[in-house]
């Protein structure tokens, strides 16, 4: 097997860091978010400035990492596209790879924009005395937040189902691309 940092069939080593380090931080935050933050009591204060804490610090490093796959998508070279053999296929993949970026995007300024709202960064961040808001769906952008996040998750998920059957059902090898080189010999 080729050094993977010269072989034009993968993705360059730390892209692929980069990729499984923001999935499994887009699922930690969505399950923080959408899932634990919701079932913790209102009267208990330390844990949800506990899991906004993680969830806020998960949504700006998936952002920046974003931001880096997006530089280093433009600045190395890339493989070839990947085909499942199906046109239509082929196109859908391109327009689910763009809306990944485009809702990771949007949840980040969705996020953003609700923390601020809500002043959240002093409160999570800064030890404020401020109260936690007692409802973050009073802020519109919660709403707006919430789409983003089911549109985010459907996708991955999407993806997910996508890679799984480039792997299983065609066969064509295509999660060694975006996977870390194993042995040579």
Do not use: C
């Amino acid at each position: 097997m080729s050094d993977p940092m010269s072989d034009p069939a993968r993705y360059h080593p730390l892209q692929v860091v980069l990729h499984w380090l923001s999935a499994v931080l887009v699922i930690f935050a969505w399950i923080i978010g959408a899932i634990v933050f919701e079932r913790i009591p209102t009267t208990e204060t330390a844990q949800k400035i506990f899991a906004l804490r993680g969830h806020m610090t998960a949504g700006l490093l998936i952002a920046f990492i974003v931001t880096l796959r997006l530089a280093l998508r433009f600045s190395l070279d890339q493989p070839p596209r990947a085909t499942s053999g199906n046109a239509k296929l082929d196109r859908l993949a391109l327009a689910v790879h763009y809306a990944l970026y485009v809702a990771v995007f949007g949840m980040a300024a969705s996020g953003l924009t609700l923390a601020v709202q809500a002043g959240l960064p002093a409160i999570v961040f800064g030890n404020s005395d401020a109260p936690l808001p007692a409802n973050f769906w009073d802020f519109p952008p919660r709403a707006v937040h919430a789409v983003i996040g089911t549109i985010l998750i459907s996708l991955v998920a999407l993806h997910g189902v996508a890679a799984l059957y480039h792997q299983f059902v065609r066969k064509d090898g295509l999660l060694r691309r975006m996977w870390f080189s194993g042995p040579t010999g």
